[in-house]
């Protein structure tokens, strides 16, 4: 698994007050479009928080559920990448925190089916949607949105992009061993 550790701020393990843990799936099917959120003018790959007592398959699986009303069952799921990002006084929180985001690969080719999805409020609110874009056109999309919410989209789509490398690496890598 490839690891990136993302810390602006120069903080050290004892500087941190808190930890999060998030997953996030890249949801791709049989011709190739991958499945992303969009909500608040901000793409996202679908995911969210650990739940306490919550393991991080566990986790990917019910917020891919909730947010894409997609059910994955009898997956075995390891994650390929993994981003840690260090934050000095959070959102103006007064605690540094760090951020740890476990990013999977789900290979289906279930849809989207928002009667099944269970938005949460900000997610409702930001009038989520689960888009399917082809992957040879997702990084033109992605790098597109950033106008719409600059401050927001310019650091979540750079990690994007650099998931979706090393995605492709992966897939390349698995192409070329069955050639």
């Given amino acids: 698994m490839k690891e990136i550790l993302y810390n602006y701020d120069n ?31 901000t793409y996202q790959f679908p995911g969210g928080h650990l739940e306490e007592g919550e393991t991080l398959s566990a986790c990917l699986l019910r917020e891919i559920k909730e947010e894409t009303g997609i059910e994955i069952t009898n997956a075995k799921i390891e994650p390929f990448e993994k981003i840690t990002y260090y934050s000095k006084n959070y959102h103006n929180s007064g605690k540094n925190r760090q951020n740890e985001i476990y990013y999977y690969i789900i290979e289906t080719n279930a849809v989207f089916d928002a009667n099944k999805a269970s938005l949460d ?18 990084e033109e999309v992605l790098i597109n949105s950033i106008p719409d919410n600059p401050v927001v989209n310019k650091v979540i789509v750079e990690e994007m992009l650099d998931v979706l490398k090393e995605y492709n690496k992966i897939k390349t890598m698995q192409e070329n061993k069955t050639d």
Wanted: hydrophobic share 35%.
């Fill in 11 to 41: 903080l050290t393990k004892d500087d941190i007050d808190e930890i999060v843990i998030r997953t996030k799936g890249l949801i791709i099917n049989d011709n190739d479009e991958i499945t992303l959120g969009y909500s608040h003018k």
């Fill in 121 to 138: 409020d900000w997610e409702k609110e930001g009038n989520y949607v689960a888009k399917t874009i082809p992957l040879k056109e997702v």
